[in-house]
Nanobody
Framework: QVQLVESGGGLVQAGGSLRLSCGAS????????MAWFRQAPGKEREFVAA????????YYADSVKGRFTISRDNAKNTVYLQMNSLQPEDTAVYYC??????????????????WGQGTQVTVSS
C-alpha cells in the first residue's frame, strides 16, 4: 500500500512556473514507477509525464514536452513536476500516481494502482 499526497498547486499567470510535489508513504517508494496525470473540467484524465523507479527513464505527453520536467528523489520519497511556460490550457487538477510495472501501458490512468487526492493548477491568461 502506498499513500500519495500532492502539493504545490495554485494560481499563476500565463508564462509562469509552478513546481508540484508528491510525497509518498507506505511501501518502498523506489519500487514504484511514478506518473503525473491531469483532469480538466468535463474532460477525461490524461497522462502528463512518467518516471521509472530510479529516474533513468522519463516520458512526456506531447502537449507538455519541453515545458514540464518530472523528477524524483527516492531518499525523500518524493516525485516532482516542474512546470514552465504555463498556458491556460494547462489548467486542471493534477494527480500523481504509482504502479510497480514499467512498460508500454504506463500512459493509461487505469493502469495505476495508487493515486493522490489531486492539486489544482489554474493558469490565467
Amino acid at each position: 500500500q502506498v499513500q500519495l499526497v500532492e502539493s504545490g498547486g495554485g494560481l499563476v499567470q500565463a508564462g509562469g512556473s509552478l513546481r508540484l510535489s508528491c510525497g509518498a508513504s507506505g511501501r518502498t517508494f523506489s519500487s514504484y514507477a511514478m506518473a503525473w496525470f491531469r483532469q480538466a473540467p468535463g474532460k477525461e484524465r490524461e497522462f502528463v509525464a512518467a518516471i521509472s523507479w530510479r529516474g533513468g527513464s522519463t516520458y512526456y505527453a506531447d502537449s507538455v514536452k519541453g515545458r514540464f520536467t518530472i523528477s524524483r528523489d527516492n531518499a525523500k520519497n518524493t516525485v516532482y513536476l516542474q512546470m514552465n511556460s504555463l498556458q491556460p490550457e494547462d489548467t486542471a487538477v493534477y494527480y500523481c500516481a504509482a504502479r510497480e510495472i514499467w512498460d508500454a501501458t504506463l500512459f493509461g490512468a487505469d493502469e495505476y494502482d495508487y493515486w493522490g487526492q489531486g492539486t489544482q493548477v489554474t493558469v490565467s491568461s
